[in-house]
């Protein structure tokens, strides 16, 4: 009998990759002129689209389980942001994904998304999306546990807050959310792009008005992204009560206190201010940088550690 | 050529076109708005305005003629390319 063809993962290709990013800086634009380069949501198994019915599902996880952590990457990424260094081969590559089936059994799904379109329209969509896998899924659910990196997590308490009726079955399975380096506050780069288009369009300048329209040329999730919440008359989504929220947040320098780290964070996200609400939780990365925090071991620890926790 | 590759290369074949159009108006437009300033200070010389007029029209008609040209360009390009990726894309069904 003839061997099975293997197909590379191709979430790791430089296509792949570009694309993501694509769709990041004007994936609303893509989207809107009805071109084939913008992404729909969808969950992705070894770099592929994964159909959400029984077998598909049977077919990329025979050995399902009742527990489930979906992982949402974050702006202009895509699935392989979870993946460790090394492993040049597919089957060597760990994530957290790959690590959380092996040792708590949780079953993993990878979302990829075009990350340039409202955080509010990314979280409807993984409303439909955990909605369709959770009706699909071959085994009754006990636990659901959401991980998102940056943008990934407001995206995650967006589809948290916004859920519609339909949804509860997912969301009553939801345990715990893990938000990893997200902005809930607001990301200061694009906030700092804001002020810059609105300086330079203020400038009566052909070269300054031509620049800053290139500048305002970024997409609705990147503007999002110096909001930090689901835009909404109701202002920031709420955390969703049934579920534990947790913060995995990284500062540049070893020491969070620096000033360094106090005002750049990870490099992206600035870790935020302590609260004296019990939620969400704030563990802090000292010498992590923002994109690191999605393939990190001491990360991993604690992601670990919170999903074998009540 | 796997079916996904040709949708994305027709997407990409769509945002370079896009691009082009885009990049050509807006680069136009800039062209003439500053190539105006000149123009409109020699006109008020009395006894060189009329032919600087004439230099303006011929300037400006030329150039918009190599704009269209580059959009044309871009658009038959396009459209080959849209062509053969249909061909392939009939092919690897």
């Not at chain 1, 993993?108 to 993984?126: C, D, K, M, Q, W």
């Not at chain 1, 506050?185 to 369009?201: I, M, S």
């Not at chain 1, 969703?240 to 106090?262: C, D, E, F, I, W």
Request: aromatic residues 6%; glycine residues 10%.
């Amino acid at each position: 009998m003839d061997e099975p063809i293997v197909r590379p993962d191709p979430s790791h290709s430089l296509p792949e990759r570009g694309i993501s990013i694509l769709n990041g800086m004007i994936g609303d634009y893509l989207q809107q002129r009805g071109n084939e380069l913008a992404l729909a949501m969808s969950l992705r198994h070894q770099g592929r689209p994964l159909a959400l019915d029984n077998a598909s599902l049977t077919a990329a996880h025979p050995t399902a389980t009742r527990k489930l952590c979906v992982l949402v990457h974050g702006f202009c990424c895509n699935e392989s942001v979870w993946t460790f260094p090394g492993g040049a081969r597919d089957e060597e590559r760990e994530s957290y994904g790959t690590r959380l089936q092996q040792d708590a059994g949780c079953t993993a799904f990878y979302v990829r998304y075009n990350t340039g379109l409202p955080i509010a329209e990314s979280a409807a969509h993984l409303d439909t999306l955990l909605a369709e896998l959770v009706a699909a899924y071959p085994l009754p659910i006990e636990e659901i546990t959401l991980i998102g990196h940056s943008m990934g997590g407001l995206v995650i308490r967006g589809a948290c807050a916004s859920a519609r009726p339909e949804s509860a079955g997912w969301l009553a399975c939801v345990r715990r959310a893990i938000y990893i380096g997200t902005p809930h506050d607001g990301a200061d780069l694009e906030r700092f792009a804001l002020g810059a288009t609105g300086a330079l369009k203020a400038f009566p300048g052909h070269v300054t008005q031509l620049i800053g329209d290139i500048l305002n040329l970024r997409s609705r999730g990147t503007k999002d992204l110096g909001v930090g919440h689901a835009r909404s008359a109701e202002g920031a989504a709420p955390w969703l009560a049934s579920a534990r929220h947790y913060l995995l947040m990284g500062t540049l320098t070893k020491n969070p206190q620096h000033p360094v780290g106090r005002i750049f964070g990870d490099a992206l996200v600035r870790v935020p201010d302590a609260t004296e609400a019990p939620e969400p939780e704030v563990i802090v990365f000292p010498g992590v940088h923002h994109l690191a925090l999605a393939h990190d071991d001491t990360v991993y620890r604690s992601i670990r550690q919170i999903c074998a926790g009540a | 050529m796997e079916k996904e590759t040709i949708r994305q290369l027709r997407g990409l074949n769509a945002l370079v076109a896009d691009a082009v159009d885009a990049g050509v108006t807006r680069t136009e437009r800039i062209h003439r708005s500053i190539a105006r300033y000149p123009y409109a200070a020699l006109t008020r010389i009395g006894p060189v305005a009329a032919p600087v007029r004439v230099v303006e029209y011929v300037e400006t008609t030329i150039t918009g003629t190599v704009y269209w040209s580059v959009r044309l360009v871009a658009r038959v390009g396009g459209g080959v390319v849209s062509q053969v990726l249909e061909r392939l894309d009939a092919r690897a069904r």
